[in-house]
């Protein structure tokens, strides 16, 4: 099993900034990508970044010029810098690794969540 633990939540007025991280631990053989995805009250959950081990990295729309992801391979762990948040950012953000356990079967794990709320 796989154990992703994110931090770094909480409550900003909006234009401030927050940074979310996410630290893999447990049964990992190797990790190929992180992202971060998020859920506000009766919405789906929705993509917010992705990022490969290798750097590659992918934005939602609504975030890009605002939100930075950024991995650190030898923690495997995953960051996401918020700037200029907005009251529409306010979500449960949601931490996500792919990649293969020890056991060489998949890994496609979540963690608890983080709630972000930003108040205009």
Do not use: H
Not at 19 to 39: D, E, P, T, V
Not at 60 to 74: Q, W
Not at 99 to 109: E, H, T
């Amino acid at each position: 099993q796989v154990q992703l633990v994110e931090s770094g939540g909480g409550l900003v007025q909006a234009g401030g900034s927050l940074r979310l991280s996410c630290a893999a631990s447990g049964s990992i053989f190797r990790i190929n990508g992180m992202g971060w995805y998020r859920q506000a009250p009766r919405q789906p959950r929705e993509t917010v970044a992705t990022i490969t081990s290798g750097g590659s990295s992918n934005y939602a729309d609504y975030v890009k010029g605002r939100f930075t992801i950024s991995m650190d391979n030898v923690k495997n762990t995953v960051y996401l810098q918020m700037n200029n948040l907005k009251p529409e950012d306010t979500a449960v953000y949601y931490c996500n690794a792919q990649g293969l356990r020890r056991n060489l079967l998949r890994c496609d794990d979540w963690g608890q969540g983080t709630q972000v709320t930003v108040s205009s």
